[in-house]
């Protein structure tokens, strides 16, 4: 059974810094990008970040640019979100996804696993 699981979430102030971590079972990280997307009631789920497996080529969306960072560890099936200079808008739940290969791709329907998300709450 694919499954991703999202850990690392939680309530910071702003300014502050969280790191999210995905841990991927069996064969479901080789040879696939990977990406990070977020969502907030009411709205749709939106790109966040993009690494590819190869190269480790990556991609952000503006909103994140310089301050958000993706990495990945192979060995370890692992792909992390570093977020810093956190800001209220960047509140929503967090969902790490497989994508259907191996390039840096945004919209969700390039996407066919996801993980459970987790809560980032920014907020004094």
């Known amino acids: 059974q694919v499954q991703l699981v999202e850990s690392g979430g939680g309530s910071v102030q702003p300014g502050g810094s969280l790191r999210l971590a995905c841990a991927a079972s069996g064969r479901t990280f080789s040879s696939y990008a990977m990406g990070w997307f977020r969502q907030v009631p009411g709205k749709e789920r939106e790109f966040v970040a993009v690494?590819?497996?190869?190269?480790?080529?990556?991609y952000y969306a503006d909103s994140v640019k310089g301050r958000f960072t993706i990495s990945r560890d192979n060995a370890d099936n692992t792909v992390f979100l570093q977020m810093n200079s956190l800001k209220p808008e960047d509140t929503a739940v967090y969902y790490c996804a497989r994508a259907k290969s191996d390039l840096l791709v945004t919209m969700t329907s390039r996407y066919d696993v996801w993980g459970q998300g987790t809560q980032v709450t920014v907020s004094s």
């Open positions: 690494i590819t497996w190869s190269a480790g080529r990556t």
